[in-house]
């Protein structure tokens, strides 16, 4: 019980003995309880002055759905409020590098937006390209002068953008040439849609980068751009905030891993 508002029935309660409750007797009780259910719906109140404050709201969820923001039990709660942070308090901008630099930073990654001026050829950066390294002789997989690995990195433009076909099972049978139908409806098949790196170099200066360090040479140009490690639990919210902050019209390459 709130002694507040307990003190506020007993400075407006009638004064005289009568009215004056002893401890405990039944009036007494009345009073408590009548504060106890004051004290509900004022509590609930209190609580809504902080209901779109990301750090402080106690309806975390609500927020989320409010903003788009699918909830991921993975992520603690801690994770929860940073992320919805940038989105709550985000100010109408038409998009920039320092913008975005700023919500990737307010939400906790460690990485860095790279623009791409004077304009390189993306494919750089973004086509996967293998590298193998076997130092010795006789190398092979599993020594430890052998190295593997994967460069490369991959486009965000509009989201995540699906093409839905259904799959067949073969059914041969006795079946001859003519036959219709040789096949039975089993399954969905979602493909994702890749986007392929631009080749017109008109295009390259609507490109910028996502990742870790970056390297430029002595005209300004991008030379190397080091991978930027992104916990896999948060890889929805990470691009979620590129989309929202990312100049519009513009490609978004990102050099990063998925741990």
């Not at 001026?117 to 590298?131: G, H």
């Amino acid at each position: 019980m709130s002694n507040q508002t307990r003190a506020m029935l007993d400075s407006i309660w009638p004064e005289g003995a009568i009215w004056s409750p002893a401890p405990d007797d039944d009036l007494d009780k009345l009073l408590d309880g009548i504060a106890n259910n004051w004290d509900y719906p004022r509590d609930f109140l209190a609580q809504l002055a902080d209901i779109r404050n990301p750090h402080k709201t106690t309806f975390l969820s609500d927020l989320e759905r409010d903003f788009g923001v699918l909830t991921n039990n993975s992520l603690t709660e801690a994770q929860k409020r940073a992320g919805l942070s940038p989105l709550v308090y985000n100010r109408d901008s038409n998009g920039s590098d320092d913008r975005l630099q700023m919500a990737l930073d307010d939400a906790g990654f460690t990485v860095q937006v790279h623009s791409n001026s004077p304009a390189v050829d993306p494919s750089l950066f973004i086509d996967q390209d293998f590298q193998v390294v076997l130092g010795g002789g006789n190398a092979y997989l599993g020594r430890a002068d052998a190295f593997m690995g994967v460069l490369g990195g991959e486009w965000l433009v509009n989201g995540d953008q699906f093409s839905i076909g259904q799959e067949y099972t073969s059914q041969m049978g006795q079946s001859y040439l003519g036959d219709v139908g040789l096949g039975e409806y089993t399954d969905v098949d979602r493909t994702k849609k890749i986007y392929t790196t631009p080749t017109d170099p008109d295009s390259w200066p609507f490109c910028f980068f996502v990742g870790g360090d970056a390297t430029r040479n002595g005209s300004g140009e991008l030379t190397e751009i080091l991978q930027a490690d992104i916990p896999s639990e948060q890889q929805a919210e990470f691009k979620r905030i590129i989309l929202k902050y990312k100049p519009i019209f513009t490609w978004a390459g990102l050099i990063v891993n998925y741990t």
